[in-house]
């Protein structure tokens, strides 16, 4: 299969983008797109954290989920869950019952609320910060990288700050899916669309 498809609407996308409808809807509508906003960040985060070790289909598809159980990504409301919602939480099959990724994800709420207090900023002002200069311009999926110096930087800063789940990799696909980098192939119809990168 090549690694850009025309779709039957005429648009060019990745492969794993072409076949399943979720994904390829994700991929149209939202993956790349600016987000800006705490809330948003810090699901994106979260979720990114529940993907490493699994595909991001499984994850897209219990989305919903993991919304209803983790009250809206609310970093208040995660920030005060205790055991019982932990127990909760493994209870529930509608989301990856993962205890230490669980638990990451508040320690993480709890940890977005002390930046708050941060000078550098938010959890959104902070992640941004750690934009490039440059954007890849990847032309097949073996040029796409899946790690960079600013994902390592972010990597290392928000475990300072009491992050969990943060690696270089994770931090990098988080970059990804926040438009803060554009890894849209040459050729993709989402190429340079975010507005944040011409190209």
Same mark, same amino acid.
């Given at each position: ?70 009250? @809206? ?5 995660? #920030?005060?869950? /205790? ?5 909760? =939480? +493994?209870?529930?099959? !509608? $989301? ?60 290392? @800063? ?5 992050? #969990?789940?943060? /690696? ?5 696909? =988080? +970059?990804?899916?926040? !438009? $803060? ?19």
């Amino acid at each position: 299969m090549s690694e850009i498809v025309v779709g039957d609407d005429g648009l060019s996308r990745p492969a794993w983008a072409s076949v399943d409808p979720m994904l390829r809807d994700y991929y149209d509508t939202e993956w790349g797109m600016p987000v800006r906003d705490e809330r948003g960040v810090f699901e994106r985060l979260s979720l990114e954290a529940f993907q490493s070790g699994l595909s991001w289909a499984t994850i897209l598809r219990k989305r919903p989920a993991f919304r209803e159980a983790f009250a @809206g990504f609310s970093p208040e409301a995660v #920030a005060g869950f /205790g055991e019982d919602d932990v127990e909760r =939480l +493994m209870g529930d099959a !509608g $989301i990856v019952r993962n205890r230490a990724k669980i638990l990451a994800t508040i320690q993480n709420a709890r940890a977005t609320l002390e930046l708050r207090l941060d000078p550098e900023g938010d959890l959104a002002a902070y992640v941004w910060s750690f934009q490039p200069t440059q954007t890849p311009r990847p032309r097949t999926f073996a040029e796409v990288p899946t790690t960079s110096a600013e994902s390592a930087a972010l990597s290392k @800063g928000l475990k300072r700050k009491g992050f #969990a789940f943060v /690696g270089p990799t994770t931090m990098f696909a =988080l +970059m990804e899916a926040l !438009g $803060i980098v554009d890894t849209h192939l040459l050729g993709s119809h989402r190429r340079g669309t975010s507005g944040v990168w011409p190209d």
